[in-house]
């Protein structure tokens, strides 16, 4: 029987997944590894023109690797088995392997930077040579041109913060998982609407147990916080939920991660200096689309003093809500969501029972396409011949005005047993052209939508909508490229802090009149959303947004300044640079003893070092690209051409910031960002 998953079954086709088992993974990865590793050796041995030809050469060992691994890696996030995360495992292992010998090549990097060096890279494409540039830089920050001493230094230092990084997630999600509190009755849990008690009934179930438990996982905290009238019950759990990993709270000292963020900190910056780099946000920078350090921190400051003086607003109306309704005053730490739900719902009356009825799934996927169509021209059509690997997905084609097929996508919307958690979209396959022959851009686009039930169609939150239209947008970006190399083409090697534009972009045509008007229909008689509700879904958005800005803010302007300030001579304790910022940006006052840090998995465990700032700066081109729209017409074909011209196409082929002002004509501007929170740009 042939293994799908080698190269001469997949070129420039979709993966085959009802034939994809866990044991076709090592054979292919082993076969395609050894062809790309042996087959550059001996182009080198060989003293093969070290040209772009071998840059076209390595692009195809490369992508019969991609091709192989990325049904696995998506199978084992959407349809997990015991022996697929086996063979999963094992693959990954060999890639890293791989990835490590190929960053640290003498002869590989010679040879780039030797093209570099030659009379013909002037006589390549602009995209060419930025091929050849991202290269070079991803060469030197792995340290290929150190002294052999210190490139030993740059492996172990590699190493150790990836150990650190494993155990820094591994002490969150035991701490998490170490702390539950069981109830035989519903007494305690007066307040949590049925769903959220049928959560809780679920995760006693889980534990073998009869009646109701709560547990750390976020949905439950959240339910919590939110909902439970009992205030020492909302106390026990933010204690336990704000204290994991630490060495506060129920569980204090047992998975401390306290010296595991002092010594990332530590070997972060001796990384960064050893690289010839001030400091850890340097060295990151040098991939992003901000151009220096102090940019992010002007950035972030001047949101701040626009944030502070609304956020303080938004705080003292909801104290005076809750002082009103009889609480205690000042509110603590635990009293804050569960006010604010109560202020909410005073203020809007909003509730997702009411609005779902007029988001089913069918209609907001229309909704989508009618935008796409609109915008870009394009068709997306259902071909159900295509063969998946459950019967809730369905594949799409991405047809151009010319009727010519251009991407396509899968989507897997609803929540199963064996797929993870959350929305992301992922690349299938990447536009790439050899010879005549074009191998079309695939993506997949993944959600957990609560599944239909009965004769009731999939019904959205209004939320779920919304991150819809988000991850279409990443797919977006990745089937509208033009661009023939894979490298830089859809959102392969997209600036970090650009990578959200176009999906933060899509998302504000769920909130558009034009597109609720002939979408959000009833599900059962295709009536209209009353203008009243629509009112009140409107005004929702822009509901406490300055007290989540400073939230933001004060994650993000941690993050920077842990990395920017540390002195390895004379480090600070994280915990008093966290309490300094808060001083200076935090309108909601929190207690000595939260560990928030302890478990910021996102820049301790996560690729979000020195980096959580990348949600805003993204957001703020969003929201100015955005204004565009605003000022010729939401659904303004020429407009949408532009986007898809100077943004969309060129994916990571010039500068992000090039392409920006490209689309817009200027460099992006802060005010559309206040306006979307709605602050004053001065
Ligand atoms: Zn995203």
Known sequence: MQNPLKQSNLQFHLPDFPAIKPEHVMPALTELLRNYQEGLERWMEQGGDA??????????????????????????????????????????????????????HQGIFTAYRDMKDSESFRELSPVQQRIIELELRDFHLAGVDLPEKEQKTYRELVMR??????????????????????????????????????LLEGIAGAHGKDGWMVDLSAPCFHAIMTHANDQALRREVYTAYVTRASDQGPCAGQWDNMPLIEETLSLRHRLARLLGFDNYV??????????????????????????????????????????????????????????????????????????KPFFSLERMLDALFFTAKQLFGIEVKLDESILTWHSDVRFYWLRDRSGQRIAGMYLDLFARK??????????????????????????YLTCNFAPPVGEQPCLLTHNDVQT???????????????????????????????VELPSQLLENWCWEDEILSRFALHYRDNTPMPGELKGRLLRSRSFQKALFLVRQLEYALCDLHLHLDYDPDNPANPLDV?????????????????????????????????????????????????????????????????????????????????????????????????????????
Not at 57 to 69: G, K
Not at 418 to 443: F, T, Y
Request: with cysteine.
């Open 51 to 104: 040209g772009w030809a071998m840059v076209e050469q390595e692009i195809a060992w490369a992508d019969a690797l991609n091709r192989a691994w990325s049904p696995v890696s998506h199978l084992n996030s959407v349809a997990d088995s015991k022996s697929l995360r086996e063979a999963y495992n094992s693959g990954l292992e060999r890639l890293t392997e791989h990835e490590n010998w190929r960053q640290q």
């Open 161 to 198: 913060l990836s150990q650190l990084g494993s155990r820094f997630s591994e002490n969150v999600i035991d701490a998490t998982q170490a702390w539950t509190l069981h109830f035989d009755s519903t007494e305690r849990l007066d307040g949590l609407p049925d769903a959220e008690l049928k």
């Open 282 to 355: 340097e060295y990151a920078l040098a991939r992003r689309m901000a151009d220096a350090p102090v940019s992010v921190v002007e950035f972030l400051d001047s949101l701040v003093s626009r944030a502070r003086p609304a956020a303080r607003q938004q705080h003292e109306s909801l104290l005076d809500f809750a002082g009103k309704q009889g609480a205690n005053l000042p509110l603590e730490a635990w009293d804050i969501a569960y006010w604010s739900e109560r202020y909410r719902q005073a203020e809007l009356h909003l509730s997702d029972e009411e609005l």
């Open 418 to 443: 064996d797929k993870r958690g959350g929305a992301w979209m992922d690349v299938c396959l990447s536009r790439r052209r050899v010879n005549e022959a074009l191998q079309l851009p695939m993506a």
């Open 468 to 498: 819809l239209f988000h991850e279409f947008g990443h797919c977006l970006h990745h089937m509208l490229t033009t661009v023939d190399w894979p490298q830089v083409n859809g959102i392969n090697s997209v600036e970090w802090d650009a």
């Open 578 to 682: 966290l309490g300094e910022i808060r001083k200076s940006v935090a309108v909601v006052p929190v207690p000595e003893w939260n560990r928030f840090l302890n478990g910021f998995s996102h820049i301790f465990g996560g690729g979000y070092a020195a980096g959580y700032y990348s949600y805003l700066w993204a957001e703020q081109l969003a929201a100015d690209a955005w204004g565009k729209f605003c000022a010729e017409g939401s659904l303004d074909a020429k407009t949408g051409d532009a986007l898809r011209r100077e943004i969309l196409s060129v994916g990571a082929s010039r500068p992000a910031m090039e392409s920006f002002v490209a689309f817009r004509g200027r460099p992006p501007e802060p005010g559309p960002l206040l306006k979307s929170y709605g602050l004053k740009e001065t």
